[in-house]
């Protein structure tokens, strides 16, 4: 799976503006970075698990996260050296596999999530794949980020929405 490098300082978001955008850079998760990737999704996702299933209970989030750990696929953001995040992707045969892209507080609302998602569909691009993910449907402010960045809404359950950004999509 490639590795993400620094973006340009400017992505076009639309035809009659350039928005200065945060560079940030990424490094490879390892097996000491349990505890702060778990850090980084309670910081990100508490609320919106409340707000789903009603309660966050940590030792099962906990638990459950550690199941689901694995340093090849997670990446550390990275701002001014400091942790800001991090981003989970799987490459499968038709797809780049979006799993998490989740800032700390203080990253947010920044036009970081813009530059890390931009730079996921220009990688994807690349390789001539369209990008997929899952969000949760209370979490309407990350459904927007997708949506301004031409990803469309493919299936819903319950709880979560599907999207996807087809290779090539303006």
Known sequence: QPGLTAPASAVRVNSNVRHHMPSFLTRPASNADLQ?????????MLGYVEQTWGAWNEEEQREK??????????????????????????????YVWLVKLYLLGQFRNQG????????????????????????????????RLYARHGFQVVGEEPERIFMVRKHGDA
Do not use: C, W, Y
């Open 65 to 94: 996260h550690q199941q689901n750990f694995v340093p090849e696929t997670h990446r550390i953001l990275l701002v001014n050296n400091a942790e800001a995040g991090l981003m989970v992707t799987e490459l499968e045969p038709e």
């Open 112 to 143: 970081l999530g813009s530059t890390v998602l931009q730079q996921v569909i220009e990688e994807a691009n690349e390789l001539g794949k369209s990008v997929r993910l899952r969000v949760l449907k209370v979490n309407t402010a990350a459904q």
């Open 36 to 44: 702060l990737t778990f850090e980084i999704t309670m910081d990100a």
